[in-house]
């Protein structure tokens, strides 16, 4: 006969076996014991989305929606809230009696306490729904210091200052998130952990700036932000920094930036590369730069010297370009490795590593 200390090792063996099954999978084991049930209410990592539910496949209707809408319910529902270390919510095509209520209520299981990844994808399709205010206030009892990876999209996120709930955050990326540069503040302000940050379209940020308390910011992205006029970072040691679309943005970002890419289209980014960065960036050794934007005269002699300088991609979307105009560009390098140009007639299509992807490569 075992022993009950053995019982409990034996429980604890197939709890974590359990905890590891897709989310499909532990639901269907569930239904075998009671064992399994109790196994499904404290189940880990849920990540509920149209693959995970099976419908991947399904074409948008209102029939799909509510299926959709009451299998999340129905999880959310039979979840006691506990051992929750990971949501991944998408809801991009909830039905419209699906309200920011029903998310409110999935929300208030999911930050129990002990979650370290929240993702959640929003898109409320009720005009009287307006954008869902993601409730910032649930995370001060504490809810928000385990935290450590936080991705909302299409949302409102309205931080106020002084409420310090992130301190074990190291990864956060708002995608067309309603959120100020005063709000972003105060985010970053409890965020000391934080390692990487990435803004896609928050149309709302005209200032973006970094204080120097994030001693372990490392890397950077923004892209599409349209608003935006000025980021400035004060973080000792950011190394990567990654600029995609919107206008021209005025840019401090310290001495300690090694790897840096630009990819616009509505301005002469090479040019301002040329003029600003190497007095902006004197420890950069990567950058790249593409751009549709086609200038006629000729580059002027680059008003400094890239020294440490190693790595240089170029793409552009035209062959009309005259490439004997990089020639300063190339001289004002001294310790390049690797030169890259790659001309294309179409849009960029992807992006692979740290490479500009297009047609065509010389």
Not at 34 to 39: E, H
Request: aromatic share 10%; hydrophobic share 40%; net charge positive.
């Amino acid at each position: 006969m075992l022993k009950f200390s053995q019982c409990l090792c034996m429980q604890d063996i197939w709890h974590h076996i359990h905890s590891l099954l897709p989310l499909r999978d532990a639901a269907r084991v569930a239904c075998v014991s009671r064992s399994f049930k109790n196994y499904w209410r404290c189940y880990p990592n849920l990540t509920i989305t149209r693959k995970t539910l099976g419908m991947e496949n399904e074409m948008s209707s209102a029939k799909v929606s509510v299926v959709l809408a009451n299998r999340t319910k129905h999880i959310m529902r039979n979840h006691s809230g506990v051992g929750i270390k990971a949501l991944e919510l998408q809801i991009n095509d909830f039905p419209v009696f699906t309200a920011s209520s029903d998310v409110d209520r999935w929300l208030r299981v999911a930050l129990g306490g002990g979650i370290e990844k929240l993702d959640l994808r929003l898109w409320l399709h009720s005009r009287d729904a307006g954008v869902y205010n993601f409730p910032y206030r649930r995370l001060l009892d504490g809810s928000g210091k385990s935290i450590q990876d936080l991705q909302l999209s299409n949302c409102a996120f309205r931080p106020t200052a002084g409420l310090g709930c992130f301190t074990s955050l190291t990864s956060l990326s708002l995608r067309y998130v309603h959120i100020t540069g005063d709000e972003l503040r105060c985010l970053l302000s409890s965020s000391v952990a934080l390692v990487k940050l990435g803004l896609e379209s928050c149309n709302k940020l005209i200032f973006l700036e970094i204080p120097s308390l994030l001693q372990r910011l490392s890397h950077l992205v923004v892209r599409d932000c349209k608003s935006l006029k000025v980021i400035e970072s004060r973080a000792p040691n950011l190394y990567s920094f990654r600029c995609h679309g919107g206008a021209l943005v005025q840019l401090s970002l310290g001495d300690s930036l090694q790897n840096f890419k630009f990819c616009h289209s509505s301005w002469d980014v090479f040019h301002y590369a040329c003029k600003k960065h190497p007095h902006m960036v004197p420890s950069l050794e990567a950058l790249d730069i593409f751009s549709s934007y086609v200038r006629d005269t000729l580059v002027v002699p680059v008003p400094g010297k890239f020294l440490q300088l190693r790595r240089l991609c170029i793409g552009f979307i035209s062959s009309d370009y005259d490439y004997l105009s990089l020639v300063p560009f190339l001289d004002a390098c001294p310790s390049l490795e690797t030169f890259m140009l790659y001309v294309s007639h179409l849009p960029v299509a992807e992006e692979t590593g740290d490479t500009c992807v297009v047609e065509n490569a010389y």
